[in-house]
């Protein structure tokens, strides 16, 4: 966690475009790779975000696929009905809203109820507190040839944030998530959006949100209320009493993705239409829904330049992959239904990855004696190159031949040794042009009497 001296930067503050939304706002973010307390900002995510998680798991969407399916759960159990309504709503400006002293004393309180005698997995409540408060107190970066010092809120930029603002909003809910209990009600959020469906009267519910919109000065909260909503990027509909879920797209979504002529290996515009293809069917629940998404996925391809044919090939592949071929010949229902059960339970790449994460860590604690001689034993070289489709498509073929002709040999002292080839993806217009990052000679030696 200490800072590097010799590599050692002031944290810069940049603007990202989104697209996605009316008028493209930008989105603030303080580059904070080199910063002083980078380091204890990326142990305190690691620390707290798995307690965080376990703490919250009946109550967070890990994301749309997820979202889903607890949508289909609370069907099956009988509780949608005609009269139920849903309820989204989305707190304004929640990093740089929560304040310093507020986001603390939240810290503290979350960590006192999980903590065994003052600590929680060896380390005290209290060296944990001062470590989150050097972070918050670290705030400071260049922004158009001045110094700033961020007093309220968590950098953009900064691993911990995301996870001391959750914890913040954890707090705050409380009173929400009880109250859904108690009527067998869904809740459930995805950083600072929140879901909620109700049966009750509108002004019943209305005055309910009008307390949790008064009980916190710092969080504000902009709410919509009806038999109809969309939440992360899925459309709900309840069709008295009939649940239906398709695909959302926000009104200034462009049809832009990855274009087939970007110097990309082909496997990356391959894997572009299996993905989306996947995301169709477990997002919608009817095939009607999923043949109009799979138009639209068409089209969006076209437009950025794939071939027909490849287009047809894969969306053939596809099907004959999920065993529902008949769907390109009759829009059948049933059949389409059971695709998108199988599909909606399957494991995202997230949760494999953390499903992953967990048999790695159990592998680790059974074996660790012999893990830790073969990382001994184990060395690795690593090549990057940025792909292209010209003279460097070969590059890693021809490296990894002439190292094996060269190096790898009966009594090699490179034996051991594991090359590791892999392509640096080229950079976005997005990414040029975006103007980062100010001069060196204003993030370095920086007199802290200028800020």
């Known amino acids: 966690m200490y800072p590097n001296i010799q590599t050692i930067e002031l944290p810069h503050l940049y603007f990202i475009p989104k697209p996605h939304k009316i008028g493209t706002p930008l989105r603030p973010i303080i580059s904070m790779i080199r910063s002083p307390a980078i380091g204890i900002s990326h142990f305190l995510d690691q620390f707290l975000r798995p307690i965080f998680d376990q703490a919250t798991k009946q109550t967070t969407f890990i994301n749309d696929i997820h979202f889903v399916r607890r949508l289909e759960f609370y069907q099956s159990i009988g509780l949608l009905k005609s009269t139920t309504n849903f309820i989204t709503f989305d707190v304004t400006d929640l990093y740089t809203m929560i304040p310093r002293n507020g986001a603390l004393i939240a810290l503290e309180e979350f960590l006192n109820e999980r903590a065994t005698n003052g600590r929680i997995s060896g380390m005290t409540i209290n060296t944990l507190m001062k470590l989150a408060e050097v972070v918050l107190d670290t705030n400071s970066f260049a922004y158009e040839g001045k110094y700033y010092k961020q007093i309220r809120g968590g ?59 008064n009980e916190d000065e710092n969080i504000k909260i902009t709410r919509s209320i009806g038999s109809t909503a969309q939440f992360l990027d899925v459309s709900v509909f309840n069709n008295q009493g009939q649940l239906k879920t398709t695909v959302f797209h926000k009104p200034a979504a462009a049809p832009y993705i990855l274009p087939f002529q970007s110097d990309h290996p082909r496997h ?29 996925i068409e089209l969006t391809l076209l437009l950025n330049g794939y071939p027909p044919k490849f287009i047809s090939c894969h969306f053939k592949q596809f099907l004959q992959q999920n065993n529902v071929m008949s769907l390109m010949v009759e829009l059948n229902d049933d059949i389409y239904q059971q695709l998108h059960d199988k599909l909606i339970r399957l494991p995202t790449r997230r949760e494999r990855k953390q499903q992953q994460q967990q048999q790695q860590q159990q592998q680790n604690n059974l074996e660790q004696n012999e893990l830790e001689i073969r990382k001994r034993n184990k060395k690795e070289i690593r090549v990057h190159f940025n792909y292209s489709s010209g003279p ?25 040794v594991i090359l590791n080839i892999s392509p640096r993806t080229n950079k976005s217009l997005q990414h040029l042009l975006v103007k980062k990052k100010p001069p060196k000679s204003m993030l370095i030696n920086v007199n802290p009497t200028d800020i």
Not at 268 to 287: D, E, P, Q
């Open 155 to 213: 950098a953009m930029g900064s691993p911990f944030t995301m996870t001391l603002a959750n914890i913040y909003m954890l707090k705050w809910e409380q009173s929400l998530i009880e109250h859904q209990r108690a009527h067998n009600e869904l809740y459930g959020r995805y950083i600072d959006d929140v879901f909620m469906t109700t049966n009750l009267p509108l002004n019943q519910i209305n005055i309910l949100l009008e307390q949790a919109n």
């Open 268 to 296: 990356v515009h391959r894997n572009t239409i299996k993905g989306a293809l996947y995301r169709a069917v477990r997002l919608c629940s009817h095939v009607k829904d999923f043949d109009e998404e799979r138009l639209h």
């Open 392 to 416: 460097m498509l070969d590059f890693p073929q021809k490296l990894r031949q002439l190292w094996n002709k060269y190096y790898v040999y009966p009594g090699s002292l490179m034996n051991n």
